[in-house]
């Protein structure tokens, strides 16, 4: 955590909506065949066949750093996140105390397109490029809408800033926040988050 503190430090100047339920086939048309970009988000876990092999314990170095697992995953570009529906938040952000416009698909659409069967039971353990990794409560996902940001104040958000990918909710329109202070209301939301893995509740 202290690492995690000193590293957004140095970057502040740089619900009740889905239904689970929702079938698998009607997100299946978002879900990419292939992956010509550069790789922003690796999904693993509970997911469908997925796109890529195991971890290259050669290549994803990065990943092996941060004890990253897997026998299959899921890859996205931006170009494969930007496919999706995009919803628009405007959260007051613990960093500079000002509301800013953040833009991307929405958590569970995204981990739709890989094949997961969302269940409200499940937890989603998302990493930042830091090193930080939380497990986000599938219910909290649906419920206060969280999204994978790809974009904030129309521009896209930037590596050594809070990107290139925030998984992040609007925190302002959540009764029990009131109380909290802004840096409470985004213990679950991992800036530069890269790897998602579901796992069963």
């Not at 039971?121 to 830091?130: A, E, K, S």
């Not at 904030?152 to 990107?163: E, H, M, S, T, V």
């Not at 609007?170 to 579901?198: M, Q």
């Amino acid at each position: 955590m202290k690492k995690r503190e000193l590293l957004r430090f140095a970057v502040q100047g740089t619900a009740a909506g889905l239904a689970a339920g929702m079938s698998l086939q009607a997100h299946a048309q978002y879900a990419p065949a292939s992956v010509s970009g550069t790789v922003l988000l690796t999904v693993s876990g509970l997911i469908g066949p997925g796109n890529r092999g195991p971890i290259d314990p050669k290549l994803d170095v990065f990943m092996l750093r941060h004890q990253v697992k897997f026998q299959t995953a899921h890859a996205f570009d931006f170009a494969a996140l930007s496919a999706l529906p995009a919803k628009t938040i405007k959260p007051t952000l613990e960093y500079d105390a000002k509301p800013h416009t953040l833009k991307g698909p929405l958590l569970v659409d995204v981990l739709k397109a890989t094949g997961v069967k969302v269940d409200s039971l499940q937890t989603y353990l998302l990493r930042g490029i830091d090193g930080y990794a939380v497990g986000l409560p599938a219910q909290d996902a649906i419920d206060h809408q969280f999204i994978v940001a790809t974009h904030i104040d129309d521009a896209p958000l930037a590596i050594g800033g809070l990107g290139p990918l925030w998984v992040v909710y609007d925190a302002d329109r959540v009764p029990a926040n009131a109380s909290k202070t802004l840096k409470e209301r985004f213990t679950l939301c991992p800036w530069g988050t890269y790897h998602i893995e579901v796992q069963a509740g």
